[in-house]
């Protein structure tokens, strides 16, 4: 069955920065784009960006950039999010999640089960 | 940004009502709107895709409709299991939106 598994629990000081991992199974990595969501304590959901697990390309919003980077090993289906200049902003669970996209239809099918990042000094 | 306004965002019902929970985007956006279910401590969980078709398991008491900027997540008969929080997000333009949420808690 699809998994996507994600690291563990990351505790950063203010300044830092922080790499999440997301390692898929029970499909073909490079089949479907891996996209990253945060959501901070009591707030929605908010989209960062996606990954082409294929060719490696991204987009990533525009509040986002120049301060994350999202790359991915295709010999262990593994993607990661790295996130820097972290602030308590940033604090937040992230997760990865597959877009499963066919036909030009579009959702999020299968999710990690989050990491909790704390930025606090 | 393409905002996505919903509303209310927070209702309270009783098992058996029926519940509506609405998305308005700043511009159109074609059909390009998901419904997501979430529960504490849990990823979201897809219920709707394209505005209205429903996502495969899910119980046909969930509905979706709307298209350009008005869209429309309705619950006909809420059951125990329901109670949640809901959130639209919009695909077609980046970056992508999420709603703010819309909290149904039981009354």
């Known amino acids: 069955q699809v998994q996507l598994v994600q690291s563990g629990t990351e505790v950063k000081k203010p300044g830092a920065s922080v790499k999440v991992s997301c390692k898929v199974s029970?499909?073909?990595?490079?089949?479907?784009?891996l996209h990253w969501v945060r959501q901070a304590p009591g707030q929605g959901p908010e989209w960062m960006g996606w990954?082409?697990?294929?060719?490696?390309?991204?987009t990533t919003a525009q509040k986002f950039q120049g301060r994350v980077s999202m790359t991915r090993d295709t010999s262990v289906s593994t993607a990661y999010m790295e996130l820097n200049t972290l602030t308590s902003d940033d604090t937040a669970v992230y997760f990865c999640?597959?877009?499963?996209?066919?036909?030009?239809?579009?959702?999020?099918?299968?999710w990690g089960q989050g990491t909790l990042v704390t930025v606090s000094s | 940004d393409i905002q996505m306004t919903q509303s209310p965002s927070s209702l309270s019902a009783s098992v058996g009502d029926r519940v509506t929970i609405t998305c308005r985007a700043s511009?159109?956006?074609?059909?390009?709107v998901g419904w997501y279910q979430q529960k504490p401590g849990k990823a979201p969980k897809s219920l709707i895709y394209?505005?209205?078709s429903l996502q495969s398991g899910v119980p046909s008491r969930f509905s979706g409709s709307g298209s350009g900027t008005e869209f429309t997540l309705t619950i006909s008969g809420l059951q125990p299991e329901d109670f949640a929080t809901y959130y639209c997000?919009?695909?077609?333009?980046?970056?992508?939106?999420f709603g703010q949420g819309t909290k149904v808690d039981i009354k």
């Open positions: 999640a597959r877009w499963y996209y066919i036909f030009s239809v579009g959702y999020y099918d299968h």
């Open positions: 029970g499909y073909n990595f490079m089949n479907f784009y």
């Open positions: 990954i082409n697990p294929d060719s490696g390309a991204t």
């Open positions: 511009q159109g956006i074609r059909y390009d």
């Open positions: 394209s505005a209205s």
């Open positions: 997000l919009q695909h077609n333009g980046y970056p992508w939106t």
